[in-house]
Structures are given as structure tokens and as C-alpha cells.
């Protein structure tokens, strides 16, 4: 069938899968950990912390499905491993996929609405870049994600903006230990991702698109991902120099240590979506870890 065929519909299993669960933990952790740091201040505000769950979790499956459109319309996506991709394997006209990722961005506008309403009003430009640096990672003629700068956009806004944003929207202001937890978070939510384009360097080589595992190479993706997940690990230890209890994000240590051992033993292809299981496992337990130290601590 054409991707264009009106009459494929797809089921409930393909729009979850579509929506790429395991790439959830890097919308889940920053909010566990930016709601950690502002227990530890005194401030949190549990309504507004759900409300910025709502709104990272909207943009993850938003952007998901965005990628999956773009990337299915082009054809990238054709001969690709690891998750069920909608359009590309033919099961979703791309239409519909589309019109996933606007509902998705909407659901996550409406939340972000109701913070900068009862937060600060400018809020609302920064949400409105993040669902640009969303659709536009690999939409529009000149897709950045095809240039190398994925990885930049993730720490960006699913470390910094999504951590400190969710600090400031309950406390109004931002901590050191928020800082410390974001930049861990992303440089982790980065991993992620670089795991991900380290799984698909021949099928994003064949496809001209030039991530930054393919500018990098095999050998020095798997150097950058061992990098991030050193990263994380030291704004864990400055964490705990500031308050001892926020040693609990270690909890996130055991699969991080799965992962990297996949990752540096030279694992390739469908077997690196097990590191990329781990990883997200190593960013939840590391946000929720943390967290639960912070609030320990206040």
C-alpha cells in the first residue's frame, strides 16, 4: 500500500507503540527532579507540579509522532530498526500521524497556559519555542535534527527548560541543586537520544541524514554516550556535597552501568534498544532517586 492509501487504520498496540514509550522516562524525570529541588526549598506546588508532567509528557508524545511523520514522509524511516514507526512501515497514513503530534502539542499547550497564567505570562514564549524545536527537528525543509543538533535541543529543553521551568513555575526562582539536577537529567535525556542514532547510523547514513552519531561515527558516539552518563554522575556527587541524602539518585547507577557495558562492548543494531531501555531506566531512577533524597533533605 502507498502511504497514502486512506483505508490503512491503525490499532491501539501501533499508537502506543508510535508514541515510543521508552522515551517517556526523559519527559518524566526532569518534573520528578525539578519538583525535588523545590521541596527541598520549601515550595512546591503539587497541582502546578502535575501540570508540568502533563506538559513534558505532551511534548515527548508530540514529537514522537511529529519525527515519525516527517522522517515517514521522507522516507527515511523505511528500512529502519528498533521501534514500530507509523508511517514508514506503512500501518498509518501520514495525515493521521500528523494530526497525532498537533493533538499531542495542543494537550501540552493547554497545560502550559494554565502555568503561565498563574506564573509569569513570558512562560508562554517558552513554550512556544519548545514546541517549535519539537515539530522542527526533523519537519520543515531544513530539520535540524538532520544536522547534528539533536542532541542539543534535548539537553536544552528536556534538562534545562523542563527541570529549572519546573522549579521556577512551583517556587519562582531557581536553586543550585535544580541547576545540578538539570544539567544531569539532560546530559542523561541526551544519552538517550545517542543511543537511539547510535542504533540507526547505516539506515540515517543511507538516508542522508546527518545526526551527530553519524557525523561522530560508531567509535566516538559510543565515547560521547560513556561522556553524558560521567556527566550525570558528577552533578550527582556536587548534589550530595550540597545536601548528603540526594546520594539517592545512585539508584539510577545500575542500569546506567548496563547500558554503557552494551554500549562499549559494540552492540549494534536491534540489540541496542535493550541500552536504550536501560538508559531511560538509569534517567528515572536517577530523577526519582534524587528527588526523593532532596524532599529527604528538606
Known amino acids: 500500500m502507498s502511504l497514502g492509501d486512506s483505508s490503512l487504520v491503525a490499532t491501539l498496540a501501533d499508537w502506543v507503540a508510535g508514541a515510543r514509550p521508552r522515551t517517556l522516562p526523559a519527559a518524566v524525570s526532569p518534573v520528578v527532579a525539578g519538583t525535588g529541588a523545590a521541596v527541598h526549598a520549601g515550595g512546591a506546588v503539587w497541582w502546578k507540579a502535575l501540570l508540568a508532567l502533563v506538559l513534558a509528557l505532551a511534548l515527548q508524545v508530540g514529537v514522537n509522532y511529529a519525527n515519525d511523520y516527517s522522517d515517514g514522509i521522507r522516507g527515511t524511516d523505511t528500512d529502519r530498526v528498533g521501534p514500530l514507526r507509523l508511517v514508514g512501515s506503512g500501518v498509518a497514513i501520514p495525515a493521521a500521524v500528523r494530526r497525532a503530534a498537533f493533538a499531542s502539542f495542543g494537550v501540552g499547550a493547554l497545560a502550559g497556559v494554565a502555568l503561565a497564567a498563574t506564573t509569569a505570562w513570558w512562560l508562554l514564549a517558552v513554550g512556544a519555542l519548545a514546541v517549535a524545536a519539537a515539530w522542527f527537528y526533523t519537519g520543515g525543509s531544513k530539520p535540524y535534527g538532520y544536522r547534528g543538533f539533536g542532541e542539543v535541543s534535548v539537553f536544552v529543553f ?28 539532560g546530559a542523561l535525556a541526551c544519552a538517550i537520544l545517542v543511543v537511539n542514532n547510535l542504533r540507526d547510523i547505516p539506515s540515517d547514513t543511507a538516508s542522508d541524514k546527518r545526526t551527530l552519531a553519524v557525523i561522530l561515527g560508531d567509535r566516538r558516539t559510543r565515547v560521547l554516550f560513556g561522556a553524558l552518563l560521567l556527566v550525570a554522575l558528577a552533578c550527582l556527587v556536587a548534589a550530595a556535597l550540597i545536601e548528603p541524602a540526594a546520594a539517592l539518585g545512585a539508584v539510577g547507577l545500575p542500569p546506567a552501568a548496563r547500558a554503557v557495558w552494551r554500549v562499549q562492548r559494540g552492540t549494534v ?7 536504550l531501555r536501560d538508559t531511560g531506566l538509569a534517567e528515572l531512577g536517577y530523577a526519582v532517586g534524587l528527588a526523593i533524597g532532596l524532599a529527604l533533605g528538606a
Open 269 to 275: 543494531g536491534p540489540e541496542l534498544v535493550e541500552a
Open 158 to 185: 528536556f534538562g534545562l527548560v523542563a527541570v529549572l521551568g519546573t522549579t521556577f513555575v512551583q517556587l519562582g526562582s531557581v536553586t543550585v541543586l535544580a541547576v545540578l539536577a538539570a544539567v544531569g537529567t
